[in-house]
Structure formats: structure tokens, C-alpha cells
């Protein structure tokens, strides 16, 4: 009989799965050639490869004032209110 455990298992599933960057996932699964032939097809230089900056600064979302007032209006829901709407 067979187990159904290893009936169910993904043939396609990596035990290791591709987690990182995007530069540390690129050297791990291309081979040296085709790494470097997709950094030189790119036009991105070895050196000065980096990763997207995080530390960027907020949109602006700021309402209007007279969105802000006309939000402020608004009143508050209760539960029993928002059970009855939905």
C-alpha cells in the first residue's frame, strides 16, 4: 500500500524555498555565464549592484480642510449599527 503522505507531496516543491534578495536569488539559481550575460543585457555593473531603497519618504495623503471637517462631521458607528448595515 502506499503512503499517502508521499502521494500528496509536490513533485515541484524545493525543500529550500527561494527566499533573499533579488541579486542573492540571481547568483544561486543562474550559472556564472548566464548571471553574467542578464547583469551585461541589463546594463548593471557587479560593483554597483544595489537593492530598492526602503527608506523612502511618505506620500503626501493629507486631506484638504474642508475633507478634514466634512470627515470630522461624520459620526461614529456602534457595533448594533455596523451589524445592521452589513
Known amino acids: 500500500m502506499c503512503d499517502m503522505r508521499d ?25 556564472s555565464a548566464d548571471n553574467q550575460a542578464l547583469t551585461e543585457a541589463l546594463g548593471e555593473e557587479e ?9 523612502l519618504p511618505p506620500a503626501d495623503i493629507s486631506m484638504s480642510g474642508e475633507e478634514q471637517r466634512e470627515v470630522e462631521k461624520e459620526p461614529y458607528w456602534t457595533r448594533e449599527q455596523y451589524i445592521e448595515w452589513a
Not at 525543500?15 to 547568483?27: A, F, I, Q
Not at 560593483?47 to 527608506?55: A, K, M, T
Open 47 to 55: 560593483s554597483s549592484r544595489s537593492e530598492p531603497q526602503l527608506d
Open 7 to 31: 502521494s500528496l507531496r509536490n513533485p515541484f516543491h524545493h525543500p529550500e524555498p527561494n527566499k533573499g534578495t533579488s541579486s542573492e536569488l540571481t547568483r544561486r539559481l543562474l550559472s
